[in-house]
């Protein structure tokens, strides 16, 4: 029966896979490289920080101790990097600084205000004659214009550029008496807003009649509303050109107060429309005088001011 027991017991053969490993995954391959980039990082700073001169080092080291007062100082810190001796220099006793042969006061960088002034009033009035050269460009080119050639008187005077168009008997601007623009006038104006939208300046606009008084018309109305009422119908004709309002600082009129020739005051040629091509200097000067109210308006709105403060009445709209 013994026998028969140890016939029957069950043999169990365990066999053992080769070459299998735990199960671990990955991550070791992710922290090896961070170990790597760590080192490669760590030999860089090193190498850097063995280029780089104490002087430098002290620089970067007042930087971010106080970068405000290095900012406003200028330079890139204290120390000298192109000397053995800290502190740069000869004097073995400081530790900061830049020393070349004792103390040498930094160099001031000042701005000439009148210089620079000056240099952008010589910008100012190239910039204008250059205008100047276009609108007797633009007058040339025009067979419509062509014919108002001799009527057209451009200067530069100490207030900018002025543009002048004179009556002539023959072929004058307005109709006696009358504020409306001649069609052929009409189409010169247009062309100069057209223009004069390629500069900045600011402009003033100027009615002048000649010395022959107002004849009969309303009660009160004179050469001074007349010649104001013909400044505005030709400023108009220019922001219909494409000029805009806003670059319009005065419209005013000024009768027979300024003829263009005293010796004849009758004469066609004092009764003209003067267009200013303001520049800074008169600019300011007329902002200046303007009260502040007045003075918010010109700067701030597209209305003009329409009225001389010499004239003796107001101007017509």
Avoid: C
Avoid at 27 to 37: E, G, L, P, Q
Avoid at 145 to 158: E, H, N, P, S, V
Avoid at 265 to 275: A, L, Q, T
């Amino acid at each position: 029966m013994a026998g028969d027991a140890k016939k029957l017991q069950p043999i169990i053969i365990k066999r053992v896979k080769k070459g299998g490993h735990a199960a671990h995954g990955g991550a070791w391959k992710i922290a090896y490289a961070d170990f790597v980039t760590a080192m490669m990082a760590f030999f860089l700073l090193m190498w850097l920080l063995g280029s780089t001169t104490e002087g430098d080092k002290k620089g970067i080291a007042d930087y971010f101790a106080s970068p405000l007062k290095v900012a406003m100082l200028g330079g890139s810190g204290s120390g000298d990097s192109s000397s053995v001796v800290r502190g740069g220099g000869q004097d073995l006793t400081r530790q900061t600084g830049q020393v070349k042969s004792g103390e040498v006061n930094a160099k001031r960088h000042t701005i000439n205000l009148r210089a620079l002034k000056e240099e952008q009033r010589r910008a100012e009035r190239t910039r204008l004659e250059e205008l100047k050269q276009k609108v007797e460009k633009t007058l040339a080119n025009n067979p419509k214009l062509a014919a108002l050639g001799g009527q057209i008187r451009l200067d530069m005077t100490k207030e900018g550029l002025r543009i002048q168009i004179v009556d002539e008997n023959n072929r004058p601007m307005f109709d006696s008496g009358s504020a409306v623009v001649k069609p052929y006038m009409r189409d010169l104006l247009r062309e100069l807003g057209e223009v004069l939208t390629e500069v900045p300046n600011r402009l003033t606009l100027e009615g002048h009649t000649d010395a022959q008084p107002f004849p009969g018309g309303e009660r009160g109305y004179s050469n001074w509303e007349l010649s104001a009422d013909r400044a505005n119908a030709s400023r108009r004709e220019l922001v219909a050109g494409g000029l805009p309002e806003a670059r319009m600082l005065r419209v005013q009129g000024l009768a027979a107060s300024k003829l263009l020739d005293s010796k004849m005051p009758d004469s066609p040629v004092n009764r003209r429309i003067s267009i200013i091509v303001m520049n800074r200097d008169a600019e300011d000067a007329v902002l200046k005088n303007l009260p502040d109210d007045e003075e918010e308006t010109a700067e701030n709105t597209d209305t003009p001011s329409a009225q001389n403060a010499s004239s003796p009445a107001a101007a017509r709209r």
